[in-house]
């Protein structure tokens, strides 16, 4: 059975070259762009994993994740979250709120198909 | 808390400071008059040998003896036993105190910088240097934590070199990619490109700016901040006017607002115009050659001057703080903020340092005073280091408008900040010396129960 990668990230050439390489490797990639209405497009459609940007216009990806924690059908859903920023006080608050792997950019794409297969194996 | 109570002694040693370096200064005297070290020994009684240990420094030698060689010598007995090398020789101790795992042999500072003053004197000019760069790192990484303009610059470098790399992995990793999805990888590389050089631009030109501590302004109070501190805050145009008629008060504080290079918009101009306005009202109440006579007649006390000059507390701190530093007046920092807590007014001494950005240490005295409005507040506090250095903190708050029933008063608290010298000055305090920081980006006390953010000092980059 296909599965399905949500990528939640306003960058549309990021977005572009993670789809296509997640396409090639068997997922299904569904994206959104924007930080508000971002946990309504979780929830109408909940993937077996969600590749979250920290830095949203509209809402930050910590607070769309820790609104989505309070919702059962997203509870355990595994996160990989990309951010720009990798001290310690943002490993700590992801790590709080259940982030399964945290990736610093700039990533390759080696390392993002490596973590959702691990964290979704096919 | 009750105030502190500090007894301002100078020691008897700070006085007279009493330095085996004496030994280099009387042989230096000896050779430039061309008195034969056996000849100088006899007229003063001792044989030649010891007089060879007493100017290498490897003997001391007493008051009576130094009277004596200063006499044959010609010279004042303090020019033999004081002199730059009392700096010196702090510099050095403080060097050492630096890497305590490494067991300077502190006590022997003074050995070092007779036998070998070159050497003494670069180490103490490269911990002057390395106290330099960590000010320096630390008012930087405060801007990077705080600077909107630069996070957004940053933020954007980053994201186009994530675009590029990822694409440029697509497109050099192999496998089967249609022409269609090869044009549009390279229209992005082309776009990501073009990004990132203009990114990379602007990030080069802001830095640049930077480059000298004189970092562009990018706030209104800023480009004012940016002028006081060229000027170390002293305005010698809006001085003297004492009985100046309004208008021509007026006339000088604008002819001021307009040659001020930095300051370039009409909201930076505002803000210098109410400073100027608060400075020359300052100077008029007290001017300057009255007030720096009265400042060494009190001690420097603000309390007692603002008896003198039958000023408030902030106008008397802010006149000590702004007038030049001399020779018997010591650089004074100030720092005020208003009832959000918010620092208006910065201006810094070594080794505390103000925040240029964000939020500063809650244990400061100025933040205490907002709670105790109209109650003076002195404290000694100690900032964090390498070698931990005190100052001694006094602080009020009053409001800044008369008050009034149809509104809430609006405060503003200012805190004075003076170098507390262990060596010179005996302290009685009937409180703790606070343990402050500059703000919890670049403070390593990590047991800290203010503590806003980790430190950038403690933090663990993997």
């Known amino acids: ?122 | 808390m009750r105030p502190h109570v500090v007894a301002l002694v100078y020691s008897k040693e700070a006085a007279m400071p009493q330095s085996r370096l004496a030994g280099s200064r009387i042989r230096e005297r000896r050779l430039f008059l061309g008195y034969k070290q056996s000849a100088l020994a006899k007229a003063v009684g001792i044989s030649a040998a010891y007089l060879n240990l007493i100017e290498h420094n490897r003997r001391r030698a007493g008051a009576q003896l130094v009277r004596d060689l200063a006499r044959e010598l010609k010279t004042d007995p303090r020019a033999l036993t004081e002199g730059a090398e009392v700096a010196l020789l702090g510099a050095l101790r403080e060097a050492g105190q630096r890497m305590p795992d490494l067991a300077p042999e502190t006590h022997r500072s003074e050995d070092l910088a007779g036998r070998f003053p070159g050497w003494a004197s670069l180490v103490a000019a490269q911990h002057q240097r390395i106290r330099d760069l960590e000010q320096l790192v630390e008012a930087l990484s405060d801007r990077l934590t705080h600077d909107p303009e630069l996070a957004a610059s940053l933020h954007e470098v980053i994201s186009a070199v994530t675009a590029i790399r990822s694409t440029v992995g697509i497109l050099t990793g192999g496998g089967e990619i249609d022409a269609d999805w090869q044009q549009r990888f390279m229209r992005n590389m082309r776009d990501e490109g073009l990004r990132l050089s203009g990114a990379a631009q602007g990030l080069v030109g802001y830095l640049d700016a930077g480059a000298d501590q004189d970092m562009a302004p990018v706030v209104p109070g800023e480009e004012l901040a940016a002028f006081l501190d060229r000027c170390d805050h002293h305005l010698d145009k809006l001085e003297g006017l004492d009985g100046a008629a309004r208008d021509d008060i007026s006339a000088r504080i604008e002819t001021l607002v307009a040659q001020v290079a930095s300051v370039q918009t009409e909201a930076a101009k505002d803000v210098a115009r109410r400073h100027f306005q608060q400075y020359a009202e300052d100077a008029c109440a007290m001017p300057q050659g009255a007030f720096q006579a009265a400042r060494r007649d009190l001690s420097g006390d603000p309390g007692r001057l603002a008896a003198r000059f039958g000023q408030p507390l902030p106008s008397v701190m802010r006149r000590l703080a702004f007038l030049p530093a001399g020779r018997d007046v010591p650089a004074v920092g100030l720092v005020s903020c208003d009832g959000s807590g918010a620092l208006i007014l910065r201006k810094s001494v070594p080794g505390f340092a103000v925040p240029r950005f964000g939020a500063a240490c809650p244990y400061w005295p100025l933040y205490q005073s907002l709670s105790r409005p109209g109650h003076p507040i002195r404290a000694v506090v100690e900032m964090p280091g390498t070698t931990p250095r005190r100052f001694l903190c006094q602080a009020v708050c009053l409001p800044r408008e008369p008050l009034r029933f149809d509104k809430p008063p609006v405060f503003e608290a200012v805190m004075l900040i003076e170098p507390f010298d262990d060596a010179q000055v005996t302290t009685t305090t009937d409180g703790p010396i606070l343990a402050v920081g500059s703000s919890c980006r670049v403070c390593p006390r990590t047991e800290c129960a203010a503590r806003r953010e980790a430190s950038l000092l403690a933090a663990d980059p993997g």
């Open chain 1, 1 to 122: 059975m296909t599965r399905q990668v949500l990528i939640i990230e306003d960058e549309p050439n990021i977005v572009e070259a993670i789809s296509f390489i997640l396409s090639r490797d068997g997922w299904a990639v569904a994206t959104h762009a924007d930080g508000k209405t971002a946990v309504d497009a979780v929830l109408n459609a909940v993937p077996d994993v969600l590749v979250l940007d920290v830095m949203l216009p509209g809402r930050s990806g910590y607070d769309i994740l820790q609104e989505l924690r309070g919702h059962d059908l997203t509870r355990r859903l595994p996160v990989l979250m990309l951010t720009a920023r990798g001290q310690r006080t943002d490993r700590e608050q992801a790590a709080r709120l259940g982030v399964n792997c945290f990736m610093t950019k700039p990533f390759s794409n080696a390392d993002v198909i490596r973590s959702l297969n691990e964290l979704v194996p096919g």
